[in-house]
DNA sequence: CTTAGGG
DNA sequence: CCCTAAG
């Protein structure tokens, strides 16, 4: 697969390295599915980001958006498309190209910039949505006035951010380059003309919201990242109604997560993760593999874009790679074990590279000569590290997708609050001004650090996911048929867990890690970990590295991915099991499964496997040292005689004794 | 998918 | 039990 190759290769120069990877067809089988997948969620995360900044951004600049469908066309399509409009406000802000300019762009217009920009950019890099998101809060009055239903709040720090004369300086180095503003111009405008039906994205920012005011956003993928030529962003489209429309809004909706009336899909999540876990046990676990495993491979696809950009548009390549490191780097943190908290992690020094780079992609000029007094940050940019998602293998691309959208809206939905850390300090109070708080010394600067906290609300109320029947159609099904457990249980639940590590820019990073993890409580478990990283402060001279300071939620994750419920064998069992490996010997474990435990679904070769493991070693252990249930002597006996016969035979290598019965010490072996 | 082993 | 490497 041309896909496949690039994604070691690497992308943008930058060459990945190689991971082995075993040859197994399986494998390959499974990450070629898991590729897609992965694609669509980043894909959808940053449609939902980019979907909520934009309706944010629009609702709160009145427009009057009226044109045409935008093509879809990334690069050029919106670029023009805002061309046309020439909505002054915008352009300037967006077309200034100058991050400078616009980070530093006065008065309104610069705020409004500010909201605008974060949004802008928002295609290429989800964490650049996120961190924006956090930048800007959703949560706050400014929300309120959103026209429809959105109610996405840009809250405190936006206030804050507005009263601080440096603020905006916290722009992130693309804002200014961001080439098109696709959510200005052709999204809004798209969901002007389309008034803003379908699929939406109903995310309840504060649980003060969410209740009474679902917010809709129409979150059109390939409106934002796309590129007619080779990056196809998957559709996640509404089964049910567009089937036909390849391309579309996605919908997904996140249920407030105070009142559970809101959330439809409320009570799913419960019984969801429970239901499919059983259900394709070897299956999910493999998807959960791949799925942690595998981010970068959207990687190929962004370079995609990368190219077909070229046209005339550097910026989105620029980041495009960014978002292609960010995968990377993704990638490389995800292989932990999943059930430590894998976010933490510490990052590898490519990360940082990755993101240095994106940053030195950033305006230079930015970091000298600008205003005396000025305090300039970017923030570059938020990573997706990890994101465990759990569906069940029947379950469609296009759930699974809702399900990664889902967990991307958790996050944003907790609605993230930025906390300013200086000095080992929090600065708690929004109005001081940076000078007062000291924030323009640059040995401060060195100190200088962001938080990210969750919304106070996030611990609280579950986090519920609606899905809004109609694009699962697994889901209607299930409820026709409730009875029948449906393994196509698609949604899945999950906690968001945000991590945010600070990233160096070309010097040094406080890392620091903590995770926010907003945990549905009854609702499941899957862990979203979102890894923001990398404040980059520009200050003149030097780049310093604005520690992003994670602030730690006292809401812990339980497990990202819940382990098996443990199943003691029974001596009954392990009976059967002793009998069986004294004929099949050891080494057969799938046979022995077969033969004995045929019926017990709960019971895996592996587990059958490691069962007999530690019979021998229980068996050769004092029986003082013995713990949990006793098993019966003799049974040890066999254990020991069978496991010390079959070590001699080989039993795997002689393939005509391996139905033998053994004949062990046929006095032992009472096996008949 | 199975095995074999380490964790 | 989980996770992985490897056949």
């Not at 109903?202 to 009474?212: A, C, M, R």
């Not at 997706?384 to 809206?409: H, N, Q």
């Not at 820019?505 to 979203?528: A, F, Q, R, Y």
Request: hydrophobic share 30%; with cysteine; charged share 25%.
């Amino acid at each position: 697969m041309v896909l496949k190759k690039r994604i070691e290769y690497g992308f943008g120069g930058y060459r990945l390295p190689v991971i082995p990877r075993g040859p197994r067809s399986v494998r390959r089988r499974g990450a070629q599915k898991v590729e897609d997948s992965q694609i669509c969620a980043f894909e959808l995360l940053a449609a939902v980001a980019g979907k909520l900044l934009q309706e944010s951004e629009s609702s709160a600049s009145s427009n009057a958006a009226e044109g045409k469908v935008s093509s879809g066309i990334y690069s050029d399509g919106i670029k023009q498309e805002q061309l046309e409009e020439g909505e002054a406000l915008r352009s300037e802000c967006i077309d200034q190209g100058s991050f400078v300019e616009s980070a530093i762009a006065s008065g309104l217009a610069a705020q409004k910039c500010n909201l605008k920009s974060t949004s802008r950019e928002f295609p290429h890099s989800i964490y650049d949505k996120i961190l924006e998101g956090t930048l800007i809060n959703f949560r706050s009055d400014f929300s309120k006035k959103v026209g429809h239903d959105l109610k996405l709040g840009v809250p405190d720090n936006k206030k804050a951010v507005e009263k601080s004369p440096c603020k905006v300086e916290a722009v992130s180095p693309n804002y200014g380059e961001s080439c098109d503003d696709y959510i200005d111009g052709g999204i809004e405008r798209q969901l002007d003309a389309e008034g803003n039906h379908n699929r939406n994205v109903d995310l309840t920012v504060d649980n003060t919201y969410s209740s009474k005011y679902p917010m809709e956003i129409c979150v059109d993928i390939h409106q934002l990242i796309n590129s007619d030529t080779s990056v196809q962003l998957p559709s996640y489209r509404d089964s049910v109604a567009n089937a036909s429309f390849p391309r579309h809004r996605n919908n997904v909706k996140v249920g407030s997560r105070d009142d559970g009336k809101n959330s439809i899909g409320c009570n799913r999540p419960s019984s969801k993760i429970r239901a499919f876990r059983p259900q394709p046990r070897i299956g999910h676990q493999r998807m959960r593999k791949l799925l942690t495993s595998k981010y970068w491979k959207l990687a190929p696809k962004l370079k995609d874009c990368e190219f077909s950009n070229n046209d005339g548009c550097m910026k989105p390549i620029s980041r495009c790679r960014k978002a292609l490191y960010t995968s990377e780097r993704i990638q490389r943190e995800v292989p932990f074990k999943k059930r430590k908290l894998c976010y933490h992690s510490s990052t590898p020094a490519h990360d940082l590279e990755g993101s240095s780079e994106s940053i030195s992609n950033s305006p230079k000029k930015g970091v000298y000569g600008d205003k005396i007094g000025s305090v300039k940050f970017s923030i570059k940019s938020f990573k997706v590290p990890e994101l465990y998602v759990e569906v069940p293998v029947t379950a469609t691309v296009g759930s699974l997708k809702r399900t990664v959208m889902d967990a991307v809206t958790a996050i944003l939905e907790s609605g993230l609050h930025v906390g300013v850390i200086v000095q080992g300090k929090k600065v708690k109070d929004d109005n001081k001004t940076l000078q007062q708080t000291g924030i323009c010394h640059t040995d401060v600067l060195d100190t200088l650090g962001f938080t990210l906290e969750p919304g106070s609300a996030i611990a609280l109320p579950s986090l519920s996911l609606k899905d809004p029947p109609i694009l699962l159609p697994c889901e209607t099904r299930q409820q026709l048929s409730s009875s029948a457990a449906s393994p196509i249980l698609d949604s899945g639940v999950f906690n968001a867990s945000f991590e945010a590590s600070p990233v160096t820019n070309m010097n040094h990073s406080v890392e620091s890690k903590h995770e926010l993890v907003s945990s549905p409580t009854e609702v499941l478990t899957d862990g979203t970990a979102v890894d923001s990283r990398a404040l980059v402060a520009l200050p003149a001279v030097h780049v310093e590295a604005l520690a992003v300071v994670p602030v730690n939620q006292k809401t812990r994750r339980p497990e990202l991915v819940q382990r098996r419920t443990r199943r003691p064998f029974s001596v009954s069992e392990v009976e059967a099991l002793v009998e069986a490996v004294e004929k099949l010997g050891t080494g057969r474990w799938r046979d022995v499964k077969l033969r004995s435990f045929e019926d017990a679904d709960h019971r895996t070769y592996v587990d059958l496997k490691d069962k007999w493991k530690t019979l021998v070693h229980t068996a050769s252990i004092s029986p003082q040292q013995r713990r949990g249930a006793p098993v019966p002597q003799d049974l040890l006996d066999r254990v020991l005689s069978a496991h010390t016969y079959w070590s001699h035979h080989q039993s795997k290598l002689h393939g005509k004794h391996q139905s033998e019965p053994l004949t062990i010490s046929e006095a032992q072996v009472g096996t008949a």
